[in-house]
Structure formats: structure tokens, C-alpha cells
């Protein structure tokens, strides 16, 4: 079965301290994979996305994933945190056996201390 | 470029009426939408895809005759909650894919801002 887990519910860094964000996934297809954010009663808005082109995948804001298919992950950093990167981050799967099934990861709500 | 819109972001109701909540795909088409539903500090639910032109295709679970959703054209999906009860209370949130802009599977879906629906 397919599926997404992201590691953290709740990740806390200082500002301007380094954040990675974890997500692992579950498939026997070639995937594409996404990471969003949402802050507070807004919908998403994509960072980046992996379509099975380069493996580091640079998004915006600064942030940038790796997609690694040994590990089966594609985990989210960023080098330097800011007060306003405080939000929910959603990594989601889209698997090539059906183009139409979407799989979200639980959510990881990144703090960012002062 | 791939903005999504929804209308109304914020609807107040009594129970027993309808809602009807519009999502369109501003500078692209979208034979695909999808609605979710969220509930407070929890991730999305996918409720149903809506395909242009024809029924939508639900989630298991979903009730279709209470959550009717219409894709009349390529960049306008409509979802109706008929009968609202306070239970429906919920952020709904819809997505289009960009079909200009990959292949199937990888396909990027764009998200509209929600709309927060409260039922008294």
C-alpha cells in the first residue's frame, strides 16, 4: 500500500538556526512528490516538487528537498529559519498507477522560536 | 500564473440550509478539481474529485446527495452543502491540477485560500 508519513508533528528551531522537515514514503510506482504550506486559515501554497527530474529540488523561500530513492524519503531543510516560516508543512505523494490519487502526509507544524 | 480562487472564504448559516461554495481555476484550465475537508489541526480529507463535464467522483464515506458538486466548464467546480447541520462545520478547501504544466501523476494541484463554513 501507498502512503506518506512525515516523521514530526511539531518541529521548534530558533531563528536562523537550520530546519529539516521529514517525510517518508511507501511505493512500488514511480512517484511525485510535493511539499506545501499552510499557515493559519489559508489554504496551501506549493514550495517545491519532485517530478522525477534533478533529485535536489530547490523551491521558494529557501527552502529545498532531496529526493531519495534508497531511503525511500524526501526531506525538507532550509538553511536558516525566519520568523515567518512558522506554519503547517504538508508532504504529498501522487503516484504514477493513478494519476488521480493524492496522498497527504499528516502535517508537521514548524515553530520558530526568536 | 496557477492561481485558484474560492468563494465565499467565510460563510455563516443556520442549519438546514444550503451553502454553495465556487472554486475557479483563475489563469489556466482544469478538467480536474478536487475538494477537501479539514478539520482544526489535522491534515486534509479528500472529499471528492470533480471531473469537467461529468459526475464526481467521491471519496468512501462521503455522502453524494449531501455534498453535491458540479463541473460545468474547464475553470469552475461548485460544491453545495445541502442541509447543513452544524456538524458540517468544517475549512473546505479545493484544488486544480495544471494540466499545462507536466504529465498525469505529476501534475501539480494548486489550492485555493478555503472557505470556513459554520453551521448554527
Known amino acids: 500500500a501507498q502512503s506518506v508519513t512525515q516523521l514530526d508533528s511539531h518541529v521548534s528551531v530558533s531563528e536562523g538556526t537550520p530546519v529539516l522537515l521529514r517525510c517518508n514514503y511507501s511505493s512500488s510506482y514511480s512517484p511525485s512528490l510535493f511539499w506545501y504550506v499552510q499557515h493559519p486559515n489559508k489554504g496551501l501554497q506549493l514550495l517545491l516538487k519532485y517530478t522525477s527530474a534533478a533529485t535536489l529540488v530547490k523551491g521558494i523561500n529557501g527552502f529545498e528537498a532531496e529526493f531519495k530513492k534508497s531511503e525511500t524519503s524526501f526531506h525538507l531543510t532550509k538553511p536558516s529559519a525566519h520568523m515567518s516560516d512558522a506554519a503547517e508543512y504538508f508532504c504529498v505523494v501522487t503516484l504514477y498507477s493513478s494519476a488521480s490519487k493524492i496522498i497527504f502526509g499528516s502535517g508537521t507544524r514548524l515553530s520558530i522560536r526568536p | 500564473g496557477a492561481v485558484v480562487s474560492q468563494h465565499p472564504s467565510w460563510v455563516i448559516c443556520k442549519s438546514g440550509t444550503s451553502v454553495k461554495i465556487e472554486c475557479r481555476s483563475l489563469?489556466?484550465?482544469?478538467?480536474?478539481m478536487f475538494w477537501y475537508r479539514q478539520f482544526p489541526k489535522q491534515s486534509l480529507m479528500l472529499m471528492a474529485t470533480s471531473n469537467e463535464g461529468s459526475k464526481a467522483t467521491y471519496e468512501q464515506g462521503v455522502e453524494k446527495d449531501k455534498f453535491l458538486i458540479n463541473h460545468a466548464s474547464l475553470t469552475l467546480s461548485t460544491l453545495t452543502v445541502t442541509s447543513a447541520h452544524p456538524e458540517d462545520s468544517s475549512f473546505y478547501i479545493c484544488s486544480a491540477r495544471d494540466q499545462g504544466r507536466g504529465v498525469g501523476w505529476q501534475e501539480t494541484q494548486y489550492f485555493g485560500p478555503g472557505t470556513r463554513l459554520l453551521v448554527l
Open positions: 489563469d489556466f484550465q482544469a478538467t480536474t
